[in-house]
């Protein structure tokens, strides 16, 4: 499966990474309203460049009340371990609310290595 046909799909359908979530993996998020993809530049005053597949931003009353990260993963990549919790931190500073990481991975060793 192509990264970009899932990437897109997230894309496309922000609502999809809060529905996943709670549907499917039974993660609790906070009451939202809406949901929107945002930039997904997660980029920090470092020599560092950070950015993430998808960056959707869950809203209540046009206000931030959590952002989800969604990153599409085809192949273990020990990198990720590190580079993950600084796509949520930046999200989470840049967005000033909480935020989350979904890791979609078609691939069951994958998957399982993500989990």
């Given at each position: 499966m192509d990264h970009e046909i899932l990437v897109d799909l997230f894309k496309n359908r922000p609502s999809l990474?809060?529905?996943l979530l709670v549907e499917v993996l039974g993660v609790p998020l906070p009451p939202h309203s809406g949901a929107r993809s945002t930039s997904n530049d997660l980029t920090q005053i470092q020599p560092a460049e950070y950015r993430a597949d998808v960056v959707v931003l869950l809203l209540g009353d046009d206000l931030p009340v959590s952002v989800l990260i969604v990153e599409v993963q085809l192949a273990i990549d020990p990198r990720k371990r590190?580079?993950?919790p600084e796509y949520t931190m930046g999200a989470r500073a840049i967005h000033r609310c909480p935020a989350g990481l979904l890791v979609v991975a078609p691939d069951p060793d994958v998957a399982a290595?993500?989990?």
């Open positions: 990474a809060a529905e590190f580079t993950w290595w993500c989990a």
